[in-house]
């Protein structure tokens, strides 16, 4: 039999067991004093700690949590671009986030030595991943774009020469292809304006359209947090999901209902960040390679994801 208290945040715990027969008889063994000791280094939420080796009476404050599970979070919102195709603006920025992709249907500006566009996402988010896809049915428009920065800063970036806030830079004398997409996975910043700027200096003033720009992340101001058996954002409630050891030490087993698979699984920090996944599990998952601490596993089965914490030793 194995008991876990997380957090143990008193000085002292006093156990006792109870044995009781099938005659109602019982013996209870002599009270166990456990003293705890804490660190903000040992990898474990404990004393006055409100984090793992965070917060409390002496250890750092705990940092806020990143995402832990992104959405979309561009579509619909504020766009704006450097000028416009024709006064009737008849391609307006407003179609980079309108979801729809299709030969007909992009933003586009004036040509120009510096064209822009940009989203005001409308307040500070976590951005974790941002995906461009150019203007598509135009074999005659590729190669347009040579030279641009990718921007998200907390307000409007003022000059292309600005180094802050920069999250990917591209050059290429081919230029970017009809319909091309430019997916950029595991970002970790934050902002609340996500600015495309390119720069035509060398090879003469240009157009820049786009067909849609996804953003995704979550916001600052309203952090997805765990919960020991559930994940707020429509994450769901734990139906017979169990692991086990909990604690462990080298593996950790999955246990899910009869004749369901498990598609994938993740680890993940207490700040959201994807430590390992894993594609089509085995029912034992190896952590000999992961630090010593607490986490949480996302477990996708079928249309669900559910969540677990547990703690590697």
């Known amino acids: 039999y194995s008991l876990l208290i997380s957090p143990a945040s008193l000085s002292s715990y006093s156990l006792t067991a109870k044995a009781i027969d099938n005659c109602n008889g019982s013996k209870s063994t002599s009270s166990l004093i456990i003293n705890t000791t804490s660190s903000c280094t040992d990898g474990f939420q404990n004393g006055t700690e409100t984090g793992v080796d965070c917060g409390g009476n002496s250890c750092s404050a705990c940092q806020p949590q990143g995402c832990v599970s992104s959405v979309l979070i561009s579509q619909g919102k504020t766009t704006s671009q450097s000028s416009n195709w024709d006064p009737a603006n008849s391609y307006p920025s407003s179609r980079g986030v309108d979801g729809i992709i299709n030969n007909n249907n992009f933003s586009h500006t004036a040509s120009e030595l510096q064209p822009w566009w940009e989203v005001d996402l409308g307040s500070s988010n976590n951005i974790t991943q941002i995906e461009i896809t150019n203007r598509t049915g135009c074999s005659g428009c590729s190669g347009r774009v040579k030279r641009f920065k990718l921007f998200a800063s907390?307000?409007?970036?003022?000059?292309?020469?600005?180094?802050?806030?920069?999250?990917?830079?591209y050059s290429n004398n081919t230029g970017i292809t009809d319909g091309q997409v430019i997916n950029l996975t595991n970002l970790n910043t934050s902002g609340r304006y996500v600015r495309f700027w390119v720069d035509n200096t060398g090879f003469g003033n240009n157009y820049l359209h786009l067909a849609e720009v996804k953003v995704f992340g979550c916001n600052q101001g309203s952090p997805i947090t765990y919960n020991e058996d559930r994940v707020q954002n429509n994450f769901s409630i734990n139906e017979n999901i169990t692991i086990y050891p909990n604690p462990t030490l080298e593996e950790l087993n999955i246990q899910v209902p009869v004749n369901q698979i498990v598609q994938k699984a993740q680890i993940l920090d207490l700040s959201g960040k994807v430590?390992?996944?894993?594609?089509?599990?085995?029912?034992?998952?190896?952590?000999?390679?992961?630090?010593?601490?607490?986490?949480?596993?996302?477990?996708?089965l079928g249309d669900k994801v559910y969540n677990k914490k547990f703690i590697k030793m």
């Open 275 to 300: 430590v390992k996944d894993f594609n089509h599990p085995d029912a034992k998952i190896n952590l000999q390679n992961i630090q010593a601490g607490v986490y949480f596993i996302k477990i996708y």
């Open 154 to 169: 907390q307000t409007p970036i003022s000059s292309y020469s600005s180094t802050s806030g920069v999250v990917y830079t």
